[in-house]
T-cell receptor, first 112, second 111 residues
Framework: DAGVTQSPTHLIKTRGQHVTLRCSPI?????VSWYQQVLGQGPQFIFQ???????GRGNFPDRFSARQFPNYSSELNVNALLLGDSALYLC???????????FGSGTRLTVV | QQPVQSPQAVILREGEDAVINCSSS?????VHWYRQKHGEAPVFLMI?????EQKGHEKISASFNEKKQQSSLYLTASQLSYSGTYFC????????????FGKGTRLHILP
């Protein structure tokens, strides 16, 4: 069975640009969460979607947005990139919030 | 709101036991435990729900003290494969659909 797939795996962008990260959850999983992980730190919560509705938002600026599609895949968009946005972006899917998450391998974003 | 994990790092010899603690300043509904190896994604170990406890793996177990807003992960007779960084993730009692992770505990097992 396919796990959580994220694309692209690596990305280099210039300050001020926009980026779109994509995530396909495990088949049957209706919940998708996005996390930002900086080296040496725990994953920081960005968004959680369930059945195409935003159910939770972390302390990230409005430059960060996301959506979930009818097939439960999801996109994370970041506008006006800053150097500090450089991180590993993880997508996690689950059947529901109170079940364990399966994480994708992440997208490594480097802003130069 | 971020849970606090302790210790930050621990070094063990194969076969020794370890305990990793996770505490929150907020009342909790659930506690998740994950292990992340270098360069890899976090892997789910187990979830503990308010009013109950689930054991996910042999020799790796956890407890959840709702009153103290704490959880502990127990690794028994550690194996080399247990090395990695362990994260607890917590959801508040108000079920706000946010799993917030701690900063992690780095565990290194020596042969």
């Amino acid at each position: 069975d396919a796990g959580v797939t994220q694309s692209p795996t690596h990305l280099i962008k210039t300050r001020g640009q926009h980026v779109t990260l994509r995530c396909s959850p495990i088949s049957g999983h209706k919940s998708v969460s996005w996390y930002q992980q900086v080296l040496g730190q725990g994953p920081q919560f960005i968004f959680q979607y369930y059945e195409k509705e935003e159910r939770g938002r972390g302390n990230f600026p409005d430059r960060f947005s996301a959506r979930q599609f009818p097939n439960y895949s999801s996109e994370l968009n970041v506008n006006a990139l800053l150097l500090g946005d450089s991180a590993l972006y993880l997508c996690a899917s689950s059947l529901a919030v109170n079940t364990g998450y399966t994480f994708g391998s992440g997208t490594r974003l480097t802003v130069v | 709101q971020q849970p606090v994990q302790s210790p930050q790092a621990v070094i063990l010899r194969e076969g020794e036991d370890a305990v990793i603690n996770c505490s929150s300043s907020k009342a909790l509904y659930s506690v998740h435990w994950y292990r992340q190896k270098h360069g890899e994604a976090p892997v789910f170990l187990m979830i503990l729900l308010k009013g109950g406890e689930q054991k996910g793996h042999e020799k790796i177990s956890a407890s959840f003290n709702e009153k103290k807003q704490q959880s502990s992960l127990y690794l028994t007779a550690s194996q080399l494969s247990y090395s990695g960084t362990y994260f607890c993730g917590t959801e508040k009692a108000n079920r706000d659909d946010k799993i917030i992770f701690g900063k992690g505990t780095r565990l290194h097992i020596l042969p």
